[in-house]
């Protein structure tokens, strides 16, 4: 379903649709399985490390984010329930930012540090396909399956602007 590559490390993660995450270590000389999560009882639909490396955040149909640990090897927090319908991106801004998207268009800005939402943007009509951050790490850009593109200001909360939709001749 989705792959993610450690910005610092030879590791991959790897998700199935049985909701099981893999990490796996590779090299040229060998290749090698680190840990096998098996906590999302429903696909997995977005895999991002974090940006020192230490967490992979994992979004899944079950509506859950869930944090691992790679120091620890462990689970180290899981937030249930954290949109309405399946959460089908992720993006880390920060330590303590994360952005998330799900089907029916829904983005949610997140402070980590107390595990809550900050913003939650509704301009899309369909799932969240992607989500972007500008060097700025202040503009958020989404694509949804609505064809549309959206820019936020992720600080406000506030949309900065909205494409006309997207079509076939474009693409």
């Not at 909701?19 to 096998?36: D, K, M, S």
């Not at 689970?75 to 998207?101: I, K, P, Q, T, Y």
């Not at 958020?140 to 076939?168: F, H, P, Q, T």
Request: glycine residues 8%; hydrophobic residues 40%; charged residues 25%.
């Amino acid at each position: 379903m989705r792959i993610a590559m450690h910005q610092h490390a030879d590791l991959v993660a790897a998700s199935t649709v049985t909701g099981e995450v893999g990490i796996f270590e590779y090299g040229l000389e060998t290749n090698a399985p680190r840990a096998l999560l098996q906590h999302h009882e429903l696909s997995t639909r977005a895999l991002e490390f974090s940006r020192d490396g230490s967490t992979l955040f994992m979004g899944s149909k079950d509506r859950c984010i869930s944090a691992y640990s790679l120091d620890a090897a462990v689970l180290s927090g899981r937030m249930c329930n954290a949109h309405e319908a399946a959460v089908s991106s992720l993006r880390v801004v920060d330590n303590n930012v994360l952005v998330s998207g799900d089907d029916d268009g829904t983005v949610k800005i997140w402070d980590l540090r107390q595990a809550r939402t900050v913003h939650e943007l509704k301009e899309h009509r369909d799932f969240i396909s992607d989500i972007q951050i500008a060097p700025d790490e202040k503009t958020l850009l989404c694509s949804g399956g609505d064809g549309y593109l959206s820019i936020w200001n992720r600080k406000s909360g506030n949309l900065v602007a909205m494409s006309d939709e997207m079509d076939d001749e474009f693409l």
